[in-house]
């Protein structure tokens, strides 16, 4: 296993091909933002629990969601018709990370556990310098649901979402997508696969080709100014939405 010394000027990764079968491929470091960015470069995420030393993962096979395939069941669509959630980006970025930590919520995405303190101050980091990114779900003024990633070229790496009300994230997460489509965004990274993903369009790709579809993403400029919906943004299609 190969292990990052802490604080070192040397921000290299092992070569991703090196992880072991499921998918750890270093232990150790730190959570400076540019060690983080550079995992992101190369295919890589850190995900540990309370009292482990960071882990860093490049799991294969790799769960991605192309935002052209996005995929709505009937019952999504029936809410987000209800417009019953207001969408915004960027406006409360720490309140989603928290409510991300928090191990709450009707939806199988909310876990949290993993999300420890030092994360929180590491993203939000990440947030100030525009290269972290929120949406949020709100309903009466409260903060319901929501999610959190870092974007890098075109493209977004999702890392966890939350939600107090059913469909909540969800619908932000839709939000989110038909924004990334309008900037041209290439995939978004879903990480690890999960059945709550797949329903939304997330499918399994082999390493070596997410590696490929990566570098051509982060070709693209960043978007690093803080991110808003576009105000003509419609997420209801006119021949309504491609089923699972």
């Keep these: 296993m190969f292990v990052l010394p802490l604080n070192s ?25 540019e060690r983080l960015l550079e995992a992101y470069r190369h295919g890589i995420f850190p995900w540990y629990n309370p009292g482990q030393p960071i882990l860093w993962w490049s799991p294969d096979p790799r769960a991605v969601l192309f935002p052209d395939r996005l995929k709505v069941s009937r019952s999504l669509e029936k809410t987000l018709r209800k417009r019953k959630f207001e969408i915004t980006l960027d406006t409360h970025f720490r309140e989603v990370i928290e409510g991300c930590s928090r191990p709450r919520g009707a939806e199988p995405a909310a876990e949290g556990t993993w999300i420890t ?3 929180i101050a590491a993203y939000c980091r990440l947030h100030e310098m525009g290269h972290a990114h929120s949406a949020e779900a709100w309903h009466d003024g409260r903060l319901v649901g929501g999610l959190y990633g870092v974007a890098m ?29 309008r900037w041209d ?38 978007h690093t100014d803080p991110w808003g919906l576009d105000p003509t943004l419609d997420v209801i299609p006119p021949s309504g939405w491609q089923r699972r």
């Design 9 to 33: 000027p040397d921000l290299r990764f092992p070569p991703v091909d090196l992880a072991s079968p499921e998918g750890l491929l270093a232990i150790g470091g730190d959570l400076r933002c």
């Design 185 to 222: 965004f290439r995939l978004i990274d879903c990480q690890v696969s999960s059945a709550h993903l797949f329903t939304l369009g997330a499918e399994e790709i082999r390493r070596k080709s997410f590696m490929r579809l990566l570098d051509e993403a982060l070709r693209q400029p960043d």
């Design 153 to 181: 070229g075109g493209a977004f790496f999702g890392e966890s979402m939350f939600t107090l009300e059913t469909d909540a994230s969800k619908v932000a997460f839709v939000h989110l997508i038909i924004q990334l489509r």
């Design 117 to 119: 303190p030092e994360m």
